[in-house]
């Protein structure tokens, strides 16, 4: 691995360090401390003049993760890296993608500009909430899909009479293609906002009555829709419900509102750090298909056998 170097910041270091074991490298040496007016310091203590940086964080709450990633990216640059590529497991300020509203900002494009500002030359990160967010970076972005891991842990389990239910409209294109590959029935929450973090569901669209569900979504922030699909199902009497979601965000009340739900079990991804428990809640890492897709990019080799042309188009 001469001439690559793979470094990680605070906000998901278990995931880096998979990363490194699974490439057989050993994480580098990357200082980072707050002062005490909680301003960010990084240094690099090894050498990095003419390497090829690649640096993991994900970027979620707090915005000093971003604020961490930026100054370390500046760092390498400085310290004549070759080239800095970001591997951001997740994609903080996603869903801040377009003007739902007089006077707001377009977050996620002001991320974006940040990243590409600060000196990075290209960005792999996992399942953005909006695929068109490829669009508002000016360098090279490799945008994977945890369901090449998550799928084959539910197709092992094979649960019989199965239907994937997507909790919102925005989730459908996901539940469809999950509902293929697993061979089941596919079904929809009609759900409707009634503000910021609040949503409510209106009607179920599809048979989900004697049968077991999947409710699949991208992320669970708040929780409040991922439950409230859950008991609707219950309500409507499907049998065992199980759910499954690549950033476990889990703000506020979430992980004790998911764990006191009528649900069998909740697989997440470990993009974001996550509290799992042997009864109900586990962990599929991503790390293999992260790092596989970072040092076939810093070597010059394809990665398109890690993509699924389908998904892609969904």
Not at 114 to 120: E, P, R, Y
Not at 158 to 179: E, H, Y
Not at 229 to 238: G, H, V
């Amino acid at each position: 691995m001469d001439g690559i170097a793979l470094f990680s910041g605070r906000s998901n270091k278990p995931l880096a360090e998979a990363m490194a074991k699974h490439l057989g490298m050993e994480l580098g040496n990357l200082e980072i401390k707050n002062f005490s007016d909680k301003e960010i310091w990084v240094k690099f203590h090894d050498n990095i003049r003419g390497k090829i940086v690649i640096i993991v964080q994900s970027t979620q709450a707090p915005a000093d993760n971003l604020v961490e990633l930026l100054i370390a990216i500046d760092a390498a640059k400085r310290a004549s890296a070759r080239a800095v590529f970001v591997v951001i497991p997740y994609f903080g300020y996603a869903r801040q993608d377009r003007k739902d509203e007089p006077r707001v900002a377009i977050s996620a494009k002001l991320m974006a500009n940040l990243i590409t500002v600060s000196g990075a030359d290209r960005v792999i990160t996992m399942d953005l909430h909006c695929s068109q967010i490829q669009g508002f970076f000016d360098i090279p972005l490799d945008h994977l899909y945890a369901s090449r891991v998550l799928l084959p842990y539910w197709q092992e389990k094979n649960i019989p009479n199965l239907v994937v239910v997507a909790p919102d409209v925005g989730s459908i294109k996901m539940a469809r293609f999950w509902s293929k590959k697993l061979n089941a029935g596919l079904a929809m929450m009609d759900k409707r906002r009634t503000g910021h973090n609040e949503s409510e569901v209106v009607n179920i669209i599809g048979e989900v009555a004697g049968k077991n569900a999947l409710v699949v979504d991208d992320m669970i922030d708040t929780a409040g829709t991922f439950v409230a699909a859950i008991n609707t199902l219950k309500n409507n009497k499907a049998e065992k419900i199980y759910g499954s979601c690549i950033h476990p965000v889990c703000s506020g009340e979430a992980y004790n509102r998911l764990y006191r739900a009528p649900l069998e079990e909740l697989v997440v991804t470990d993009t974001i750090p996550f509290v799992t428990t042997p009864d109900k809640f586990k962990t599929v890492s991503v790390a293999g298909l992260l790092a596989t897709a970072a040092m076939n990019a810093a070597t010059n080799q394809s990665i398109s056998s890690l993509f699924d042309k389908e998904e892609m188009r969904r």
